[in-house]
């Protein structure tokens, strides 16, 4: 069963409830999806066993010798990359989108395209089960085809050792790199707090999930930092048909936890936040659908 | 006019609490401010401002429409095209455009000697701008739920900067990748919003060697100040970083952001140092130049 933790609004706690999740019973497949910006390798140091090359896409590059100034690319690019300057022909690294358009009608054949090679993807074991993630190199773009290169890693663990449980920590927003977390997953846990940004990126968010239909939950975290506006989320989810699966309290040792490089669960297994998120994992999975 | 853009790699930190603080701060200080929300996946800027809407543009981009008496199924228009946004199955005449794959490039229309295909547009979200008081403005970017990639937007939404105004404020979206590249390009100064944490400080070092690649002076704001540990100051400390403001978790704060409003409104001595940091960016930027 694949169950994918997401948010909309960034810095809600997904990473940490992910964590959690993870170390709660059974040996799982743990996915950092957040690409961009993976950070539960710090908590659970995997061991390096697997390193894979992912290649981005390509920038278009010019070859000066080649080129005449004749400036057809120029009118044939549609993502204003490729401009005069200082009378010469000169394409944006920045703005290239590496559709290859412009390496294929131009008729001196002076303009090639160079791949993107420096994000990783990668694999090891950790001391719940396996784990993958992702990193994408700064600026790159198509983060969401390195989400299902994660995504299909994490299956194949899976299956080759027997744990049926995966979790995904999703990425914030409702882009790309979140369509690809959420496409095809059994279960998605939607992680908000009580702000008026963290009600309407969860509104987006939903709204995203709705194409999708799986079977999705909310947990308002932090909830008692704003209880109104919690219970106006919680009114929100009802009227919408989203379960609220559990409130989380403020409290300081997550941020602990993430210091001692421990999940919340592992830090304290009996606090009072460690049993909550064990009802909310119990009321999540054995759901019938 | 000075640019300036407020970013982090990780969520959540406070990127839109300081945007809209400073912006409520020079407004005050009869500035004229645009503040720009680039986070067009999760724009939130808005709800903080008494505003009145000034107008409003669909961000659109073209995509192809076959036309299947004129297709013999060549293949070449899939052949071009870089995204796998045509599906393609000769034998059984079968030919589709996955329009949320295509970005539009055009590259299959100059593909097609058959003129089997022309172009319709899409809309890929909205670009709107708001006043609010006298002549200050907020340009918000908003891509429609299920877009992939919200570049596009946050391009347009760029472009609207009347570059008659003195100051423009650009709320980024998180993380390193290709979105937030493309707000911090063209701005003169990036303040970073970080978190003291594991997490937090992982993030911040991804943006420091990101904005390091493409050449941005920028600085840091600790959010949450006292929790966590001291790792991001001997970071910015070893790193010849400047810190431009250390702000304590404060229940009040968190409270006043979690309702909409502004802190910079009935804190004075955090407004004030609010506009000192503008004030010294606006004066290092001009004496550099």
């Known amino acids: 069963m694949e169950i994918a933790v997401i948010s909309g609004k960034g810095g809600t706690g997904k990473s940490s409830i992910s964590a959690a999740f993870a170390t709660l019973n059974g040996k799982v497949v743990l996915a950092d999806c957040d690409v961009d910006a993976a950070n539960l390798y710090l908590i659970f140091n995997p061991s390096y066993e697997e390193e894979i090359v992912y290649i981005s896409g390509s920038k278009a590059v010019i070859d000066h010798s080649l080129c005449t100034n004749c400036g057809i690319c120029m009118d044939y690019c549609r993502f204003d990359a490729i401009s005069l300057i200082n009378d010469r022909v000169s394409i944006s690294e920045l703005a290239c989108d590496g559709c290859v358009l412009c390496s294929r009608i131009c008729p001196e054949n002076a303009i090639t395209m160079a791949v993107n090679a420096k994000s990783r993807m990668y694999s090891g074991s950790f001391r719940n089960g396996e784990m993958v993630y992702g990193r994408l190199s700064p600026g790159e773009e198509n983060s969401g085809k390195l989400v299902n290169m994660v995504r299909e890693k994490a299956k194949q663990l899976s299956k080759e050792y027997g744990l049926e449980t995966v979790i995904l920590d999703g990425p914030p927003g409702i882009g790309c790199p979140v369509i690809s977390t959420l496409t095809g997953v059994d279960r998605v846990v939607i992680v908000t707090e009580p702000t008026i940004s963290g009600l309407h990126d969860m509104q987006r968010l939903a709204g995203l999930i709705k194409k999708f239909n799986p079977e999705a939950y909310l947990i308002i975290n932090k909830y008692d930092l704003n209880i109104s506006m919690s219970t106006q989320i919680e009114k929100w989810c009802e009227e919408n048909y989203i379960p609220v699966a559990g409130k989380l309290s403020f409290d300081k040792n997550v941020v602990e936890a993430m210091l001692q490089g421990k999940s919340i669960i592992e830090l304290n297994p009996y606090s009072n936040i460690s049993k909550k998120i064990k009802v909310i994992w119990n009321k999540i999975i054995n759901q019938k659908k | ?289």
């Open chain 2, 1 to 289: 006019m000075i640019k300036i853009a407020i970013a982090s790699g990780k969520g959540g930190t406070g990127k839109t609490f300081i945007s809209t603080n400073i912006f409520y701060t020079l407004q005050k200080k009869n500035f004229n401010t645009i503040l720009v929300d680039c986070d067009a996946e999760a724009p939130n800027d808005v709800a903080f401002f008494d505003t009145e809407l000034i107008s409003s543009n669909e961000v659109m981009q073209m995509v192809p429409v076959i036309n299947n008496e004129n297709c013999t199924f060549c293949g070449k228009c899939h052949e071009y095209c870089n995204y796998n946004a045509i599906f393609l199955l000769p034998p059984m005449k079968i030919i589709n455009v996955i329009e949320d794959l295509c970005h539009g490039c055009g590259a299959c229309t100059v593909a097609c000697q058959f003129e089997a295909i022309s172009e319709k547009p899409v809309s890929l979200g909205q670009v709107t701008s708001y006043s609010t008081y006298d002549t200050n403005s907020i340009i918000e970017a908003r891509i429609n739920i299920g877009v992939m990639s919200p570049v596009s937007v946050i391009k347009a939404a760029i472009n609207k900067i009347d570059t008659e105004a003195d100051i423009a404020i650009l709320d980024s979206p998180p993380g390193t990748s290709c979105p937030f590249i493309q707000t911090v390009a063209q701005t003169d100064y990036v303040i970073l919003v970080t978190e003291p944490t594991p997490f937090g400080f992982s993030d911040l070092k991804q943006s420091v060697e990101t904005l390091r690649i493409i050449n941005k002076p920028f600085g840091v704001i600790i959010n949450r100040a006292d929790i966590g540990n001291n790792s991001v100051r001997e970071y910015l400390r070893k790193e010849n970083i400047s810190l431009l403001m250390e702000i304590p978790f404060k229940k009040e704060i968190a409270g006043l952001y979690s309702r909409g409003k502004i802190v910079a409104a009935t804190d004075m001595s955090f407004r004030k140092q609010l506009q000192e940091i503008v004030e010294n960016i606006a004066t290092d930027g001009n004496s550099s130049n």
